[in-house]
């Protein structure tokens, strides 16, 4: 089992930025992708951004291109989240999830065995 503790939420105005850092602990020689998802009150969880573990591909839910950054770092098996032009509808509880098998979906919340307990994010207008 992969432990991941998130932080760094917190409240922010729009336009401003906030940095999340999941880090990892256990089995962590498993894991194979790390993702971050959100989920807004009354909605259903959803897809942020994902890396690959080794390989270091990326991927991007549309309303994060161009704003949002995943990076990782290998050695202290961290995984980071720099969001940038944060908007009021960016407001949502934000997790951490680590998928030990390879996915051709890595988009897909069913890809990812173990998750975060989350953390809050708030942007006011």
């Known amino acids: 089992q992969v432990q991941l503790v998130e932080s760094g939420g917190g409240l922010v105005q729009a336009g401003g930025s906030l940095r999340l850092t999941c880090a990892a602990s256990?089995?962590?020689?498993?894991?194979?992708?790390m993702g971050w998802f959100r989920q807004a009150p009354g909605k259903e969880r959803e897809f942020v951004a994902a890396?690959?573990?080794?390989?270091?591909?990326?991927y991007s839910a549309d309303s994060a291109k161009g704003r949002f950054t995943i990076s990782r770092d290998y050695a202290k098996s961290t995984v980071h989240l720099q969001m940038n032009s944060l908007k009021p509808e960016d407001t949502a509880v934000y997790y951490c999830?680590?998928?030990?098998?390879?996915?051709?979906?890595?988009?897909?919340?069913?890809?990812?065995?173990?998750w975060g307990q989350g953390t809050q994010v708030t942007v006011s207008s």
């Open positions: 890396i690959r573990w080794s390989g270091g591909s990326t």
């Open positions: 999830a680590a998928a030990r098998a390879w996915s051709p979906r890595p988009t897909m919340s069913i890809a990812y065995a173990d």
């Open positions: 256990g089995l962590t020689f498993s894991i194979n992708t």
